[in-house]
């Protein structure tokens, strides 16, 4: 569970950092310096482990009042290939032949 739950959380937490990247606005209803705590409905391992995470990290926080915010990621729209115009090729380009 341990890596797979890495795995998620930082596709989530850079999707999170885009998201906000991109709607400043949301970042209004969070407190600054608060621990936001990635919730997944769809998955309830994940959440639950999320939670302990937090809770863990609270113990030995140096702000015991820090502020806790919980964000319902809501859903994924589909990976989308940012490529531009590929080409195939029938051999190498001539500058790598070259070398």
Known sequence: MSELFTIKYEKLLTEFNRYVMTHPEF????????LIVLIDPNDPEFSHHNLERVQAY???DDNPDRPVVYVDIGELAPAQSRLVKP?????????????
């Open 27 to 34: 970042l209004a209803n969070i407190p600054d310096e608060a």
């Open 87 to 99: 080409r195939v090729l029938p051999k190498p380009p001539e500058v790598l032949i070259a070398s």
């Open 58 to 60: 609270q113990r030995n």
